[in-house]
């Protein structure tokens, strides 16, 4: 019995074994050369495509598949064809962990494009980075991903060479919203909210240390929870607090009831945002009481670009049910520098290295010195990995529409 | 603390619409010992039959003429759910062990949500709700919002009709014999299956009433809303004394109150300053909760009865 017994055992382990090493086998197969000779390259892509911040995740979306379409048409990189894997990170750190694992796993993804959330991002990058792939946000503000968790004393180190971002940080947005307030708007009170999430705090952080050092003042600080909708007694507070303006750290899904139940409480003075209040979604949630309100944004308004045109141009004509959004142009960019370095790489060796790990480090380093003039501007990275393109805008909802009201590059006061 | 009236208002108006959710779970834990956890998502349902109505209606309509027919067929939305819930999902489990209409509880309670979130047009994000227009009521030393007032009536509406119906009618009293025993209560001639679906249907009602008072306040009908809004309802049910609709709204309004007097005024408090504000709030309501319990382990108006937990 007890012979038989291990009999099967070994048995079974060896035939699980080669079934194992067969799979292996054939999906190896599958991820060569398949077809006419052209080798498959997947740009993976993690963005809230369900949820509250769903708007902007589509706007991702889409104009990653845009600028994959624009790649393949212009046959941008011979023998390549490029495709785009959307994963659903519905704005939780622990889901678009898995997601990066699962793109990590996946032997044709050779970049990944994504997240929205700064907070999903700071998740992702580990998971990404241990593994070479890289990675570029069009949307992660949080200064800590790219200069370390000691950015604010000035001893700035990059955790990880594999992740990039397009857009501008929080350390300049929170700081150009202080200047131009307190400098053209001649607001000199202030009431800070945040919804104590990475980027919400962050943002609220970098703008009061600004705003106190141009002689601001600050009258109240509040924290809230970003999945309440009742501010009721917040408002009343913030109402009553005597403020030129209220700013808020945080996303339109919490940011717009929030404003809307201040002003129903009696304030007549405008909400002031980050480029997450920079969505139609937060005009629509909040009525109209939203006239008069700020958010800056990165990057100048996109009308204002000639490659913008284009890009605005082509996502129509693709017919894509959703707007673009505030990180549309960013998440263009994004995906067209993994094509631009994926093109450096393939162009250096005469195609990508046969050996996975090999061909994702290449790309990764080589995403470090590409430069291109793309949808927001000129396009290349900085020794953090940061956007080079350090322009913002203002904008304020008159008639119930963001219109740009200032453009322009920060500088330390 | 000038604004202390406002606060007040602001806290009773939140309280209030606690207290009508928590009606919900309180009958159904009187009639029949069991925690209806996916009251919270009957309770969103009922926002999104009123929005519903709402967007049936040819666009200009003034709210005021749209919102009786809001109200109906949220209440019936939200009622059909109820009693189909009763009906199909716990009916079958009555007489089996505690644990399995609990556990059916939450798995309702998901599935709801994700029906919603699944099927509801554009529901995927947060859809907005019309808005009363106009501002607020001055009363000098208080200014009432719109939204409130319809809370504050819907309320005062809702229980007076249930406390009547309880003590005055026959059903009512039905209702109370089997909340007491429900064998004897069957053997007096007491239809009990048809009690609990009333107690589910009149749970439902008013969760759908004050679902179309949350959308009012906050502008906006969510898949999520019914979760946290639930558990704060349970909680004011438990703290008023779970099985007794009086204790559901006095619970409801000392947690509504003690919210609002929380994220006023116990940031100014010298030395707590880190303590106060909105993201401190659900902490102090739930330091409420553990204060009462341990002062009267039965809730503020609960009767101490040993063989129920």
Avoid at chain 1, 35 to 47: F, M, P, Q, R, S
Avoid at chain 2, 183 to 198: E, F, H, Q, S, Y
Wanted: a neutral charge; proline letters at 3%; charged letters at 20%.
């Amino acid at each position: 019995m007890r012979h038989r017994s291990l009999f099967t055992i070994s048995t079974t382990a060896v035939a699980v074994g080669a079934l194992t090493l067969s799979a292996c086998g054939s999906r190896d197969d599958s991820g060569g050369d398949s077809g006419g000779g052209d080798k498959t390259v997947v740009i993976g892509l993690d963005a809230p495509l369900s949820g509250d911040l769903s708007a902007l995740g589509a706007g991702i979306k889409n104009s990653a598949d845009l600028a994959v379409k624009v790649a393949n048409k212009n046959n941008e990189v011979d023998g390549v064809k490029f495709k785009l894997e959307s994963l659903d990170d519905q704005g939780q750190a622990g889901t678009g962990q898995q997601n990066a694992t699962k793109l990590v796993g996946n032997q044709e993804v050779y970049g990944v494009v994504g997240p929205l959330n700064s907070h999903v991002g700071e998740s992702m990058q580990k998971v990404l980075g241990n593994a070479n792939l890289v990675q570029v946000s069009p949307a992660n503000t949080a200064p800590q991903l790219t200069q370390g968790a000691k950015w604010q004393s000035g001893d700035k180190v990059r955790g990880f060479d594999s992740y990039f971002r397009t857009c501008a940080t929080d350390d300049v947005q929170g700081p150009f919203a202080a200047q131009y307030l307190y400098n053209e708007k001649k607001f000199k009170k202030a009431y800070i909210i945040d919804d104590k999430k990475t980027y919400g705090a962050g943002l609220a952080g970098t703008f009061t240390t600004e705003f106190k050092k141009l002689g601001g003042k600050i009258v109240g600080t509040d924290h809230v929870n970003p999945d309440d909708r009742d501010f009721s007694a917040v408002a009343t507070k913030v109402a009553k607090s005597g403020a030129d303006f209220v700013y808020i750290g945080s996303e339109y899904p919490t940011a717009a009831p929030l404003s809307a139940q201040i002003k129903k409480a009696g304030a007549t003075f405008p909400t002031v945002g980050g480029d997450a209040l920079y969505s139609a979604e937060y005009i629509k949630l909040h009525k109209k009481k939203s006239e008069g309100d700020m958010a800056t944004s990165v990057g100048a308004p996109l009308n204002t670009l000639d490659t913008a045109k284009e890009f605005m141009k082509n996502y129509k004509a693709q017919g894509y049910k959703l707007p673009y959004e505030a990180y549309g142009g960013y998440a263009y960019d994004s995906t067209w520098a993994i094509v631009q370095a994926v093109k450096a790489v393939a162009e250096e060796g005469d195609g990508l290295p046969d050996d996975v790990d090999e061909a994702r480090e290449k790309i990764a380093k080589a995403v470090q010195s590409v430069k291109f003039s793309g949808v927001t501007g000129e396009v290349a990275f900085d020794k953090f990995g940061d956007t080079t393109n350090k322009q913002l805008s203002v904008y304020e909802v008159k008639g119930g529409d963001h219109k740009a009201v200032k453009t322009g590059t920060f500088g330390e006061s | 603390m000038n604004d202390l009236p406002d606060q007040l208002a602001n806290g009773l108006a939140l309280g209030a619409l606690y207290g009508l959710i928590a009606i919900g779970y309180t009958m159904v834990y009187g009639i029949v010992q069991l925690i209806n956890f996916a009251h919270g998502e009957i309770f969103m349902i009922g926002g999104f039959g009123a929005l519903t109505a709402w967007l049936w209606l040819p666009a200009g309509t003034s709210l005021t003429l749209a919102l009786p027919l809001m109200i109906l067929l949220g209440v019936v939305c939200a009622v059909l759910v109820g009693v189909g819930a009763e009906r199909f999902a716990y009916r079958p489990l009555r007489g089996g062990p505690r644990l399995s209409p609990l556990i059916t509880a939450i798995g309702l309670s998901l599935a709801l949500q994700q029906a919603i979130w699944a099927f509801y047009p554009d529901a995927k994000k947060a859809r907005p709700f019309p808005q009363f227009e106009g501002g607020d009521f001055d009363l000098g030393f208080v200014s009432i919002a719109r939204e409130d007032l319809f809370i504050y009536v819907a309320a005062l509406v809702c229980m007076l009709t249930l406390g009547l119906f309880v003590s005055k009618t026959r059903t009512g009293r039905a209702m109370q014999a089997t909340s007491q025993d429900p064998d004897t209560a069957k053997l007096m001639g007491v239809n009990t299956d048809r009690i609990i679906v009333m107690a589910f249907a009149i749970g439902a009602a008013f969760a759908a009433v004050a679902a179309i008072a949350q959308g009012f306040k906050t502008g906006e009908v969510q898949f999520r809303m019914g979760f946290i809004a639930g558990l704060k309802a349970f909680t004011a049910a438990v703290l008023g004394g779970i099985g007794n609709i009086y204790g559901a709204m006095v619970g409801g309004l000392v947690l509504g109150v003690g919210e609002a007097m929380a994220i006023a005024y116990i940031g100014n408090v010298p030395g707590m300053e880190q303590f106060g504000g909105g993201s401190w709030k659900d902490v102090w309501a739930f330091a409420l909760l553990i204060l009462v319990l341990l002062i009267r382990p039965q809730g503020i108006l609960g009767e101490r009865v040993t063989d129920r937990a």
